[in-house]
């Protein structure tokens, strides 16, 4: 293995993937995911931060135990275990990181979204890669790799939310970023 496919290893956990715009159909078209986790020898996990499914906790939980979250929107993490509804939290550290923690219990949702600066989401499915398969992803240029910056939990995180990372990268970004969806029909 040579150094920069070990460097690719350890650093890709608290990134931000952006899908390639070559990625057009399916689930992870114009994706913005946070890699939660990963490692050479488990794989990777995410969750897709910017599909919105247009409900809200409270659409899906009705009992009284979940009424403090009922107004959290439900995003689509991805398509593994999408019948499975689960809760986040992501705030950022006084030294400027990202923090999160996934898959928490209500208690610890309700308790996390009653704290200033922090956001918390539901989510049905997450995202999910073998050993080497984000590796491989990436090195065939399916996904674009970022660190978060410090405006990502106050942005609106919607569909616009992938152009508006990729246009603040570089110029070369920002021409990506503003490509029609499909070139050849101009």
């Known amino acids: 293995m040579s150094e920069s496919e070990s460097d690719l290893e350890i650093h890709l956990q608290g990134k931000i993937l952006l899908a390639d715009p070559s990625l057009h159909d399916g689930i992870f078209d114009r994706s913005v995911i946070l890699l939660a986790d990963h490692s050479a020898e488990e794989g990777a996990f995410g969750l897709i931060l910017n599909h919105p499914t247009g409900h809200n906790v409270g659409d899906f939980l009705k009992e009284d135990a979940f009424d403090p979250l009922r107004n959290i929107a439900v995003h689509l993490g991805g398509p593994v275990s999408r019948e499975h509804l689960t809760f986040s939290a992501f705030w950022w550290t006084e ?38 398969q984000l590796e491989g992803e990436i090195k065939r240029n399916t996904w674009i790799t970022t660190q978060p910056n410090s405006d990502l939990l106050g942005q609106t995180h919607d569909r616009d939310l992938w152009a508006g990372i990729l246009r603040s990268m570089s110029p070369y970004h920002r021409v990506l970023a503003e490509a029609p969806d499909n070139p050849r029909a101009n």
């Open 95 to 132: 030294d400027d990181r990202l923090k999160w923690h996934v898959r928490i219990p209500v208690d610890q949702a309700i308790r996390r979204s009653r704290q200033p600066g922090t956001l918390v989401r539901a989510f049905v499915g997450y995202s999910g890669w073998t050993a080497g």
